[in-house]
């Protein structure tokens, strides 16, 4: 039974910093992608953050130089520190598991790659 389970989400202010942890369950790290992805009431799923089995990382270009994925194989787990935080920033956070993934830019950005999603956490940015 594969299980993810986010956590850390919460109320931040603009310019302030969050960091989300996402742990598996029910499977070990090995070939597969973990992503991050967000969604705003009324808007579509999208990619923020990947990381591949082989330690690449991926970024979408709103968050890059902000945000930092990154995986603790020990632990099974993934985080995503997110520095410098913006009011659009506001949405539920998913992580996500693309079992057997292909390393590829494409493949991770896209949200019908992956097999497994948590129950997401609600990040809030005020102004």
């Known amino acids: 039974q594969v299980r993810l389970v986010e956590s850390g989400g919460g109320l931040a202010q603009a310019g302030g910093s969050l960091r989300l942890s996402c742990a598996l369950s029910g499977r070990r790290f090995s070939s597969d992608a973990m992503g991050w992805f967000r969604q705003a009431p009324g808007k579509e799923r999208d990619f923020v953050a990947a990381?591949?089995?082989?330690?690449?990382?991926y970024y979408a270009d709103s968050v890059k130089g902000r945000f930092t994925i990154s995986r603790d194989v020990a632990e099974n787990t993934v985080d995503l520190q997110m520095n410098g935080l913006k009011p659009e920033d506001t949405a539920v956070y998913y992580c996500?598991?693309?079992?057997?993934?292909?390393?590829?830019?494409?493949?991770?950005?896209?949200?019908?790659?992956?097999?497994?999603w948590g129950q997401g956490t609600q990040v809030t940015v005020s102004s």
């Open positions: 996500a598991l693309d079992v057997d993934a292909v390393d590829s830019s494409s493949i991770v950005r896209s949200k019908y790659s992956y097999n497994y």
């Open positions: 990381i591949s089995y082989s330690g690449r990382t």
